[in-house]
């Protein structure tokens, strides 16, 4: 007699790797992506208040752990490590299972890894909050904290390295390259910028210098790459079509690994420092709109003939909103970048507007698309409501676009009225008042959508979304499914040999 397994057709059997590799990864990846959105919720409280403050300073005057000065660094530090970080965690984890087709065995060490790097974030927000902050951007956690939290990266990342190495085939993808890239990228950029800055007893200007590298850094050679792995994976599945252009998709990748390193000194342009370090940071971040081309062309040619996909998916939407945020994070890098705007927007809110851009208008947007993706499949239900995952698209949207446009034009302003030596420097804060109050209200916008964001988030980590054995997120005529099944994988039409 046929056993099962022997009649089993090979879709039958992916199909059945994929469900355990879900099964394998449900509590790490919902734990990542649930805690994430719980911080988020915190950083844009603080992000709210910080900016009410910033047109109106008896805003909480009473409540000393709130002033400005503890509530801007929280919110920034909570936006990258808190939201940032860990929803790439689960990210990178579930995707390099997938795409290495091998189930995690390691969860129990991923979760305490998990465990252990909310405690280090919690830790430094309320170190912060109390006033032991250091004061360094983007390093402002009490120097004790990023052992802790270097410690636990290792430990959540280093198995999904072990899981691509030991899967079968030889084959690597478009979205693996970006994801591997982050994987090692991070901890080169993370100690690095860490050891310059609290360890070696360097020099106070090049520390500086350090310090404004690593929040570039950050940016291009982690958030990125894990967002730009994130929409290379969804378009083609999604879709069903392969990548269109695999010499652009290697294009763009080798663009942005060389690039990348470079940014970040243009923040001291005009300080004691060799004169070309400045100018070739304000190059980079420039030229970082060359990957934003490559990487947008490639997935919108990959969608072409395909916009009813867009309009039905929300996973879709949400990635095709991110790489139009990479887009215009290139563009507006360019325009910041150039000499005439540099002297202007060095101590102005520009630089804010940048960082948001980045963090929620590129990365955050790409991160929402995967989650939306993937959640229904670690957890076999779908999403309770379309109108929810509406109303968080449209809200975060309107937001970030009204807090990056304020921060820019308000920067822009502000910059303006400091390089008139003839005027007071009150002028200059006055300048951009209408600005910061247009900012408070788009945080209230966006804390709004992150508030339906988090509650389904977690309704459907409690399981309490509607059974489904195919979530598709797709309603009407348009679905996810191929003529293989609801989750069928177009990934060996994107693969290169290794």
Request: proline share 5%; aromatic share 16%.
């Amino acid at each position: 007699m046929t056993s099962e397994s022997n009649t089993r057709t090979p879709d039958q059997n992916d199909l059945k790797l994929r469900a355990s590799i879900d099964r394998s990864l449900r509590q790490p990846v919902m734990f990542f992506f649930a805690s994430g959105a719980v911080w988020l919720a915190v950083a844009i409280i603080l992000g709210f208040i910080a900016s009410y403050k910033s047109h109106s300073s008896d805003f909480l005057s009473g409540i000393e752990f709130l002033t400005y000065g503890r509530a801007y660094p929280a919110h920034i530090n909570l936006l990258f490590y808190g939201w940032g970080c860990q929803a790439a965690f689960g990210l990178i984890v579930w995707l390099l299972a997938r795409l290495s087709r091998s189930e995690c065995r390691a969860t129990g060490i991923i979760l305490t890894a998990g465990h252990l790097w909310n405690f280090g974030v919690m830790a430094g927000t309320l170190g912060i909050l109390c006033g032991f902050g250091s004061g360094k951007p983007l390093m402002e956690f009490p120097p004790a904290i990023w052992p802790v939290l270097l410690l636990s990266y290792v430990f959540i990342t280093v198995w999904s390295f072990i899981q691509v190495r030991c899967s079968y085939g030889g084959k690597t993808y478009v979205g693996q390259w970006y994801l591997l890239a982050a994987v090692f990228w991070f901890p080169w950029v993370y100690l690095t910028g860490h050891l310059f800055v609290f360890v070696f007893n360097g020099h106070p200007v090049m520390a500086a210098g350090i310090n404004a590298w690593y929040k570039y850094a950050l940016i291009l050679l982690f958030f990125t790459p894990v967002a730009l792995g994130t929409a290379y994976y969804l378009v083609p599945k999604i879709t069903g079509r392969p990548i269109y252009s695999y010499s652009l998709a290697l294009y763009g990748f080798w663009a942005l690994a060389v690039i990348g390193p470079w940014a970040g000194m243009q923040k001291l342009a005009g300080a004691p420092l060799p004169q070309f370090m400045p100018y070739v940071g304000a190059t980079a971040t420039s030229l970082i709109l060359i990957p934003g081309i490559a990487v947008g062309v490639n997935l919108l040619m990959t969608l072409r003939g395909h916009q009813a996909h867009v309009v039905a998916s929300p996973s879709l939407r949400f990635t095709i909103a991110g790489v139009v945020g990479f887009l215009l994070l290139g563009f507006t890098g360019m325009f910041l970048s150039t000499p005439a705007a540099l002297k202007m927007t060095q101590f102005a809110l520009t630089g804010y507007g940048f960082e948001i851009l980045a963090v929620c208008g590129f990365f955050s947007m790409c991160a929402f698309g995967g989650i939306y993706f993937i959640v229904p499949r670690i957890t076999r239900r779908e999403w309770l409501s379309r109108r929810f995952i509406g109303w968080h698209f449209w809200l975060t949207t309107y937001g970030v676009l009204t807090v990056v446009v304020c921060s820019i034009m308000g920067g822009l302003f502000q910059g303006a009225a400091q390089e008139a030596y003839s005027s007071s420097w009150s002028d200059a804060a006055s300048r951009s008042y209408a600005y910061n109050v247009g900012t408070t209200v788009a945080w209230g916008f966006i804390a709004v959508g992150s508030f339906f964001f988090l509650i389904h988030l977690l309704l459907m980590w409690a399981r309490l979304g509607r059974r489904s054995q195919h979530p598709t997120l797709l309603g009407g005529s348009h679905s996810e499914q191929s003529p293989h099944g609801p989750d069928h994988e177009v990934e060996e039409l994107q693969t290169v040999e290794a």
